[in-house]
């Protein structure tokens, strides 16, 4: 589904033989689940680094184009369906009781380069430079919130906090998380 619906994208390209969209596409998630490099990625791939900078930045632009409105916080509706799986998996460990759950949220670090304004901001833990995205997803591990751009060096609870998730989150509703 994820390259159909980024294969016109990715397909305009200028050399004859273009490599196939699916080799572009898993290259870059490989490189953001994994938080690698353009070149270490590329290696791994077969491409150069620069086709992985420009693969990078063409699924970033349609992502946001094509699965933008896709992220939404779920109704009552599909949050009782999700909280029904998640008393399901509960279950199966032999959890008793869970309290209703809206998804489960944690945050990644995407390596960029230095920026040139208050680098210091960006360097995480690991110290590199990256960016500290935050996700929350359902009990089908589908997206319902992301929080992007935060400096690398923003702790996890504060991004939590500046993402106003909580917010949008009924009474009584719990988010999993590992703080």
Known sequence: MIVQRLRPYFEKSLTKKP?????????????????????GDSELFGLSPETMHRAFIVFLNAAKREFWSDIT????????????????KATRVGAEWIPPITGAVDGTHINIRAPSKNPVSYINRKQKFSLNVQALVNANMEFIHVYVGAPGRVHDQNIFSQSKVVDL???GWLILGIV
């Open 19 to 39: 490599l196939p969209t699916e080799i572009k596409v898993a290259s870059v998630i490989h490189m953001l689940a994994h938080g690698s490099s353009f070149r």
């Open 73 to 88: 916080m779920p109704n009552e509706a599909q949050r009782e369906k999700s909280k029904s799986v998640f008393e399901l």
């Open 169 to 171: 989150v009924p009474d």
